[in-house]
């Protein structure tokens, strides 16, 4: 157990609709990133937040975004979903955020399924 | 981002050492040497990290090239679970974790 939750586990939704993932992340840790995994283009970096701040973005796109609120957790917002967002969405948190040597903690995941 | 290289997949028999080998020939002097691993069906894990000298921990051992553009990550006695896909990952600091295709495991009972 690593420590970072993530829920929910599975999400069955239709093309169109919008969704919400959530992630608790470690206790002490100050940063949260999002992670996509398809069949195809393996783990993908989306977007990573520090202390409530936006500090990094990978290949995200503009109908997704995140926050991470006060107490640290951190919310994933996919809207107008499409097939190809099915994908398993993982979250991680970090001491930091920074730094070469900063060890990144990953959660379980949330299956998503778009139909 | 500095860019590592790895076999697409390993086979190792229970109770064997594994060697998972990466080459990461334009590495740059600050950049740290991480190993992940994702088990089936779960989140990636951390396994075990270095700069220079080689490092061991209650996971693994990784041992590093004394011109560090290669290293290796050494499981003493493979376990079935140990089957995973293990990721060789360059750290310069400040930039998120750039995930390759990895190594995929498997171990033979």
């Known amino acids: 157990d690593s420590g970072v939750t993530q829920t929910p586990k599975h999400l069955i939704t239709a093309t169109g609709q919008r969704v919400t993932l959530r992630c608790s992340p470690r206790s002490g840790d100050l940063s949260v990133y999002w992670y996509q995994q398809s069949l195809d283009q393996g783990l993908q970096f989306l977007i990573q937040y520090y202390n409530g701040e936006e500090r990094a973005k990978g290949n995200i796109l503009e109908r997704f975004s995140a926050q991470q609120f006060p107490d640290l957790h951190s919310e994933l917002n996919l809207s107008s979903l499409e097939l190809g967002d099915s994908a398993l969405y993982f979250c991680?948190?970090?001491?930091?955020?920074?730094?070469?040597?900063?060890?990144?903690?990953f959660g379980p995941g949330t299956r998503l399924t778009v139909l | 981002d500095a860019k590592t290289t790895q076999p697409n997949s390993m086979e190792s028999n229970e109770e064997e050492p594994v060697h998972l080998p990466c080459n990461h020939s334009?590495?740059?002097?600050?950049?740290?040497i991480h190993w992940y691993r994702q088990l089936p069906s779960q989140g990636p894990e951390y396994v075990i990290h270095g700069l220079t000298s080689n490092v061991n921990n209650r996971m693994a051992s990784l041992a590093i090239a004394e011109d560090r553009k290669s290293s290796t990550l050494i499981l003493h006695r493979a376990t079935l679970r140990d089957a995973a896909v293990y990721y060789c990952i360059l750290t310069p600091g400040n930039t998120p974790l750039v995930f390759g295709k990895g190594t995929r495991l498997s171990v033979i009972a």
């Open positions: 991680a948190s970090s001491i930091s955020g920074q730094g070469a040597m900063d060890t990144q903690y």
């Open positions: 334009t590495i740059s002097g600050t950049d740290y």
